[in-house]
């Protein structure tokens, strides 16, 4: 069992950047897939980006490639997302999701652990 929670999230101006962290409790995090996942008002959750479990590779969505990274402290059993560049539309609740299966899997919202999310907004 894996709980995962959120934190790092609040208000900036467009421009400005952000680093959320979501802390994981369970030893075994240290071997799961991650990825942070954000949701938009009155829109659908959409994938961000993704992390394998040894950290040795990293995918993104189109809109925040070059402007956000992911990365991970398996020591910590945290996983980071650095936000930079920050767009009004990037504007979400943000989640961490992870789990054991494939990174795919995890990619498509399919994983079995999510934390509760942590609001960013971004104003104009």
């Known amino acids: 069992q894996v709980q995962l929670v959120e934190s790092g999230g609040g208000l900036v101006q467009a421009g400005g950047s952000l680093r959320l962290s979501c802390a994981a409790s369970?030893?075994?995090?240290?071997?799961?897939?991650a990825g942070w996942f954000r949701q938009a008002p009155g829109k659908e959750r959409e994938f961000v980006a993704a992390?394998?479990?040894?950290?040795?590779?990293?995918y993104y969505t189109d809109s925040v490639k070059g402007r956000f990274t992911i990365s991970r402290d398996n020591a910590k059993n945290t996983v980071s997302l650095q936000m930079n560049s920050l767009k009004p539309e990037d504007t979400a609740v943000y989640y961490c999701?992870?789990?054991?299966?494939?990174?795919?899997?995890?990619?498509?919202?399919?994983?079995?652990?999510w934390g509760k999310g942590t609001l960013v907004t971004v104003s104009s």
């Open positions: 992390i394998t479990w040894t950290g040795g590779s990293t």
């Open positions: 999701a992870a789990d054991n299966k494939a990174l795919r899997t995890v990619a498509a919202g399919r994983s079995d652990y």
């Open positions: 369970g030893r075994a995090f240290s071997h799961y897939n």
